[in-house]
Structure formats: structure tokens, C-alpha cells
């Protein structure tokens, strides 16, 4: 079984910061990419920032400039960094990994439970 899990999120001010964390665990040989979805209230869920293993990054055009994604291989962990946050921004934010589990040969996406991220004054 894979797990991931977030953390990090929470309540920042317009222009403020957070920093989200979300690290797989379990029946884990390699994982390839990883990423950060967000679900607003009453809006689809979109595709914020992907990054391969080798640290190639993809950002959603809303994001740019001010949302880093990166990695640790080592830990199994993926983080975003979340700058000139805005209101807009609120939403649930959920991890997701493409891993290739022991005795397997394919990768399967896995995703975290979703961390709330709150913009307000």
C-alpha cells in the first residue's frame, strides 16, 4: 500500500505565505512525478505544478511566479511554496505521485487527503 500525506496548510493573509509538505510512504520503489492539485468551493479541481524526478517543473499559468514546487527523492517528498498568496487561492490542495511499487512494473497515481489553504484578511 502508498500513502501520502500533507501538511502545511492553513490560514495566510493576502500576499502572505505557506508552505505545503506531502510525503508518500509505504510498498515504494521509485517514484516518477509528483505533483499539486486544488479544488475550490463549487469549481473543478485543477492541476496547480508538476515535477519530474529529475526537476523538471509545470506550473498552471494562475501560479506562475509566485508558487515554487520541489523535492526531496531522498524523503519521498514533495513541497510547495506558496508566495503573494490571494484570496483566489483558497481552495484544497491535494499531492499527488506516480509510483512504481515493489514487484510491479508500472507506475499508478497515488494522492494525498487534501490540505486546506485559506487566503483571507
Known amino acids: 500500500q502508498v500513502h501520502l500525506v500533507e501538511s502545511g496548510g492553513g490560514l495566510a493573509q493576502p500576499g502572505g505565505s505557506l508552505r505545503l509538505s506531502c510525503a508518500a510512504s509505504?510498498?515504494?520503489?521509485?517514484?516518477?512525478?509528483m505533483g499539486w492539485y486544488r479544488q475550490a468551493p463549487g469549481k473543478e479541481r485543477e492541476l496547480v505544478a508538476t515535477?519530474?524526478?529529475?526537476?523538471?517543473?509545470n506550473y498552471v499559468d494562475s501560479v506562475k511566479g509566485r508558487f515554487t514546487i520541489s523535492r526531496d527523492n531522498a524523503k519521498n517528498t514533495v513541497f510547495l511554496q506558496m508566495n503573494s498568496l490571494k484570496p483566489d487561492d483558497t481552495a484544497v490542495y491535494y499531492c499527488t505521485a506516480d509510483v512504481l511499487r515493489w514487484y510491479t512494473s508500472t507506475y499508478v497515481p497515488y494522492w494525498g487527503q487534501g490540505t486546506q489553504v485559506t487566503v483571507s484578511l
Open positions: 509505504g510498498s515504494i520503489w521509485r517514484i516518477n512525478v
Open positions: 515535477i519530474t524526478g529529475s526537476g523538471s517543473t
